[in-house]
């Protein structure tokens, strides 16, 4: 394998060994024997997160939002979770319930509040409260879908309102009951 063939494969799996090694096991052993530099995977994350910014500003597709989150989280700083933010801004908001339950996951964080993920933890772990606040709101917008009958995801949105209460008391976001409770209460 060569070092352009290790490039091609690591970005096509957005960047992740559990991908490559479940998909591609034979390449990803061949990826491992090769010995990548740290540096230089991080170099190929970048262009990656250059790359899928990119292509969420111009076709606005929602659908691109998690894996960007994905890549981008690994970074974890002021930098990146300005471009989460701005992607974020970018996408356009699907009408049906299951693809906005999934970008209010994203927001919250889908492993619970004892892992600390999600843009909200991400945002107030870089000092940055406001920004937590703000996707905090754009969380419950997600979560506020009317005549969802499936209950697989009446039990999914219950979960997530269940967290951004616990994520509004602990990290002190001062949203009060009732947008928590009924968001579309809310006037705008």
Known sequence: MTINEARILYMSHNCSYFLMCMERYNEYIEYCRLGVPKEQEEGWRREKIRTLFRQITITQNYELFDNFYQITVVFRDYYNLRLVLDAFKAIRRPKEPEPNI??????????????????IYWAYDVGQKAIAILMMDQALQCLDQHNVYNVELQKRIRKAKRISRILNEELELHFSEIELKDYSLRKF
């Open 102 to 119: 999934s970008l209010a996951e994203t927001i919250l964080g889908k492993k619970g509040p004892k892992a600390r993920s999600g843009i």
